[in-house]
């Protein structure tokens, strides 16, 4: 009798070991193959920074008080420090995007058609390294300028959600602000009505 009870527990104990490791793969499974639909709010989140707090949600809307000729990033192209209002004339997109990021990926040939209609945009890694920034751009914005941002730029632009898209006027003053995927119609609209300003 101990022996067929020992065995009903092996055999329940080693039944539900297989269900937890079914159950996990198939979580993990999802976590790399499922994205934010277009148009969605999108799913990647930066990690919390320390000392970050109060930074989230800032910049929404008109009037920013984020300044952006303080936050520097590397050029992919030649490896300088650059402002991030440094070289551009007229309104530009700054797009906030990560190698990990699947909605990122998703919104880049957007970006593309929106590039090739004549709207100024740069690329801005929140998270990689230089090589793998450069290695994201080749594969999915291999015409658009592009960079990465130095330790903290992240939080110090309240940019917790990617992809960011922040559109910038003349000055460099924030106009607009989208978290996650954003319609092509939308973003082109807001930066031809800046242009025309």
């Given amino acids: 009798m101990k022996r067929l009870l020992g065995r009903l527990v092996l055999g329940a104990g080693g039944l539900l070991m297989v269900l937890v490791l079914l159950l996990g793969g198939a979580v993990w499974y999802a976590s790399k193959t499922v994205s934010a639909q277009p148009g969605s709010f999108g799913c990647c989140l930066l990690p919390a920074t320390p000392g970050a707090a109060g930074t989230f949600g800032a910049g929404d809307g008109v009037g920013s008080s984020i300044d952006y000729t303080q936050v520097d990033y590397l050029e992919l192209a030649t490896g300088q420090a650059r402002s991030l209002t440094e070289g551009s004339a007229g309104p530009r997109l700054l797009v906030f995007f990560a190698s990990w990021c699947a909605s990122c990926a998703e919104e880049a040939p957007t970006l593309l058609r929106l590039a090739e209609e004549g709207v100024s945009i740069r690329m801005l890694s929140t998270t990689d ?18 960079g990465v941002l130095l330790k903290g730029g992240a939080s ?13 006027d003349d000055a460099g003053g924030e106009v607009r602000r989208w978290r996650g995927s954003v319609q092509r119609g939308a973003l082109r609209e807001s930066w031809a009505m800046v242009s025309a300003l």
Avoid: F, M, N, S
């Avoid at 390294?129 to 592009?146: N, Q, S, V």
């Avoid at 110090?156 to 910038?168: H, K, S």
């Fill in 129 to 146: 390294t230089l090589a793998d920034a450069r290695a994201w751009i080749e594969k999915y914005a291999p015409i658009l300028p592009a």
């Fill in 156 to 168: 110090a632009l309240g940019i917790y959600q990617l992809p960011t898209i922040v559109l910038l």
